[in-house]
């Protein structure tokens, strides 16, 4: 005789429904959106297709409708020209920057919509490293300063969540004296705690020009194989002020996830990289899987690790799915 029968909890949709134990809101998802200069670019990216870079007066327009859609989250990148770059990144804390303005505009048309930053050199660096290049070096300590102006003019703009990506030892203590100093006790810091030298930032690094002119960026991104580490990491973060913590890439990484959520009382979050991206758009234009579910499937799967917030490139069409079901 058979006594527990759990197909009895998945014979109709309602009940699967009834019983589903993850449930993923669009109040969870957080959209990248790749920033030019200049007015009237709509630029596609070759490897991330449906992803385009925005010149400032147009992305106001992509922003209004991912608010009517349900997304009321971004996450703001620049894309530099080579000749606005230096060894110190200059720019990124000239409050006439593009990025900043554009960051301001935003702010002042939708108040209401949070805006989530990147804290790197990259985008700004002749070297295309995430800190200070000194004789083929990349330095710590000398690179915190920079970062920390760089986060307090984003602030300054209108930023409500501050993100050191650059992953420097350090970097979020550094930031949040320098905002508490300046009087942005109230500005969050998600901190990329666990962020991986990763195969799968290719179509981001297309999408910037940010690949770094030599080497790499293995001695201060995390290494693939290691998953105690993160939890160190989370540790420091904490204690130094971040108020959420982020893994990236997700896909990969959802063991990491599910470490630093039993691990920490802080909110986690998540980043679905470029290249997850690319790999699941590729495969759906060629008909070898059924993109929405995949889709889906893949948001659901990180949520359920235990990432509360997902930053993902398919934001926005999963916004626009569910407004379809519900019509």
């Known amino acids: 005789m058979i006594t527990e029968r759990p197909r009895r909890n998945r014979k109709s949709r309602v009940i699967r429904n009834l019983v589903r134990e993850t449930r993923l809101p669009l109040s969870a998802l957080v959209y990248p959106l790749f920033i030019t200069d200049g007015t009237g670019i709509r630029q596609p990216i070759a490897s991330m297709p449906g992803i385009f870079r925005w010149s400032p007066d147009l992305v106001m327009e992509e922003i209004r409708e991912c608010i009517g859609l349900g997304i009321e989250a971004f996450v703001l990148f620049p894309a530099f020209a080579d000749d606005q770059k230096d060894t110190v ?149 904490e204690d130094e002020g971040a108020d959420m913590l982020m893994v990236k890439p997700a896909l990969s990484y959802l063991d990491v996830i599910q470490t630093i959520r039993e691990h920490s009382v802080l909110p986690v979050a998540a980043y679905n990289v470029s290249g997850e991206y690319a790999m699941l758009r590729a495969a759906g234009e060629r008909g070898w899987i059924d993109y929405r579910r995949a889709v889906e499937e893949v948001l659901l799967s990180i949520h359920r690790a235990g990432a509360e917030i997902i930053l993902t490139y398919f934001a926005k069409e999963y916004a626009t799915w569910k407004r379809d079901e519900s019509h």
Not at 107 to 132: I, Q, T
Not at 173 to 201: P, Q
Not at 205 to 233: C, F, H, V, W
């Open 89 to 237: 990144a200059s720019l990124s804390a000239d409050p006439g920057n593009f990025y900043l303005r554009c960051i301001r505009a935003i702010k002042s048309e939708f108040p209401n919509c949070v805006v989530m930053s990147d804290v790197a050199m990259d985008p700004y660096s002749s070297d295309g490293h995430d800190g200070l290049v000194r004789n083929g070096e990349i330095v710590n300590d000398e690179t915190l300063p920079i970062l920390a102006r760089m986060a307090v003019e984003q602030a300054r703009a209108g930023v409500d969540i501050i993100g050191p990506s650059d992953m420097m030892d350090g970097r979020v203590g550094a930031i949040r004296e320098a905002l508490d100093e300046a009087g942005f006790t109230g500005v969050c810091i998600m901190s990329y705690t666990a962020k991986y030298a990763s195969a799968f930032y290719g179509p981001f690094r297309e999408a910037l020009d940010s690949a770094p002119r030599s080497g790499d960026k293995k001695t201060y991104q995390m290494d693939p194989a290691n998953r105690r580490e993160a939890i160190r990491e989370a540790r420091l973060d």
